[in-house]
């Protein structure tokens, strides 16, 4: 039985009152609240542990970098990852695109290609690639959306032609909470050869994922939004571009031998994990992982899923809401608004709550462009949150909307 008082009590950030009002946290999309395990383990690895990783003899040196590669194995274990040396650990979700990118650009992306995105990507994921096509006479094509926001995956295959290299696709909508199908893409890219990029940012935090299983070439997620800490992410890469996808940053810790006429750079993780790492932040993301599977990730999932379901009810009740990206399944997030009003102002007036919403295009402007909005209020759920919260937020909405008409 799920105990979420049991859960909350792990989070001392939540225990406090924001503008005299107890904190409701619906911010979980832009970054998650981080168990006591998780910032304990980082406070003790400095405490105990600290030292730089895999060029040491010494005794802190050997424990710092087992317990680096340790936190590897986990994370690796976690997600289905066959060998942890596919796993890299990068600063989050933007880095490790960004070295996809630039390493695809080195010789496996050629002048005039074609990328293929959605109209739901982050930000994050749009301008690596664009940065690409403006410099190499190269084409972004968009997969459009259809009346209920969902993606026409429908016209995707449509879209393909012989100049295509990669699809790059968000997992989940940061901003609507939308699922993509990720099996039914995968099918098309395996079809064409095509090179697939999945941004589970926002996936990663709220259901199973199993890498293996999803087979794709590259999948990268935040730490920060799954209960870890900031500045640690991943980048998951099959074993066939482990071997060949170019570097496009190196330094110490990525090489095997180097002279001023040649380097020969080591093999596995290491060839792309140049300088210093951010190791209590890879000890620190293992925790969180820790964490989730001592809950279940499945539970989590469902937990959220009743959130959204119970919000989303809710929020209909109210006249003057409309919802984007309304569905029944969903992945912890909520977009809607007031209608006349603008996000930030209802933002700032439940602030006065409590609760902590985010407001504005949420790093999706394409998206906002194709809903015809400048931005939305969020509402975004972690396994800490409740449908007690949830009642007193809709209560508090009201009043909001009471006051700005
Ligand atoms: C779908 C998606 N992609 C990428 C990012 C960027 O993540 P980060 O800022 O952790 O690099 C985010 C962050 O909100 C996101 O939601």
New binding site residues.
Partial sequence: MLNINEIRNQFPILNQKINGNQLIYFDN??TSQKPIRVIDTISNYYKTSNSNIHRGVHTLSRTATEQFENARTTIANYFNIENPQQLIFT???????NIIAQGLANGVLNNGDEIILSSY??H??ILPWQLWAERNNGTLKIIPLLENQQLDLDKLESLITNKTKVIAI?H???TLGLITDIEKISTLAKKYNLVLVV?G??SAPHMAIDLQKLDVDFFVA?A??IYGPTGI?MLCMSEKWLQNLPISKTGGGTIKTVSFDKTEYAEGALRFEPGTPNISGAIGFAEAINFINEIKIDTIYNHELDLVQYAQKKLEEIPEVEIYGRAEIKAGVISFNVKNQHPFDVGTLLDKYGIAVRTGH??TQPLMHCLGIQGTIRISFAIYNTRTEIDFFIEKLKKVIQMLS
């Fill in positions: 999309g832009a600063s989050g979700t933007t880095d490790s695109i990507e982050h994050s994921n968000a989940v909508s940061n941004d940012a926002q935040s920060h939004k992410g949420h790093c």
